[in-house]
Each structure stands twice: as C-alpha cells, then as structure tokens.
C-alpha cells in the first residue's frame, strides 16, 4: 500500500463521518427547529398524517442562514393497517397535540 493509498482511506473515513454528522445534525435541526420526528402528525390541506420518513437531504439554505422545512413522507392518520407512505412535500403544518391543549386550557381554568 504507497501513501495516496492511505490518506485517500483516511480522508474517506473523515468524510464519512463528517456525512453522518451533518445527518444528525439536521434531523436535530428538524426536531427543534420544526417539532418534526418520525413520529410526528402533520396538517397537509386539511388532512392528518402521521410522518414516517423526514427527507433532510431535501433541506435547502435559506438566505438567513436558516434551513427550508423537509420534505416528509406519512400516511393518513385514520388509515388501519399497513399502508404505503406518500409524498407529503413540504407545504405541512406540524399537528399540535392535543393533550398539550387539553392541560394548557385546564391550566387556564385553575389559575395556573
């Protein structure tokens, strides 16, 4: 094995790893910033998804330095059984829980 050999190895590791750091990072990004996980329920024209797949390659730099909403997959809140996750886009509205609702507005009533 001659040295090129072995720097490229090396600098492949680096990169790699630098990938899979900038992942994390902006599914970290996703999950703060947009209260998105895979888990999560999403509005999209008025329907309720449940997300399966956060798409952050999708993630595009805003001229504030900012990312773009990603794209998501899901599939429709009421479904039972498997489905085929759809193409969600980007135009989704992250779903509140409602039990957050629910304790907030019980809160309210008893003063706190």
Same mark, same amino acid.
């Given at each position: 094995m001659n040295y090129s050999d072995s720097v490229q190895k090396v600098l492949l590791r680096k990169i790699t790893k630098a990938e &899979?750091?900038?992942l994390q990072l902006k599914l970290d990004y996703c999950r703060f910033v947009y209260g998105l996980t895979h888990r999560s329920r999403v509005q999209v024209g008025g329907k309720s998804y449940l997300v399966r797949s956060v798409d952050v390659e999708a993630m595009s730099r805003q001229n504030d330095g900012s990312f773009s909403k990603p794209v998501v997959a899901g599939v429709a809140a009421d479904t039972t059984g498997p489905a085929q996750p759809i193409d969600?886009? #980007? &135009?989704?509205?992250?779903? &509140?829980? #409602?039990?957050? !609702?629910? #304790? !907030?507005?019980?809160?309210?009533r008893h003063g706190l």
């Open positions: &899979q750091d900038l969600l886009g #980007t &135009q989704w509205e992250l779903e &509140q829980p #409602t039990v957050a !609702k629910e #304790t !907030k507005a019980s809160a309210s």
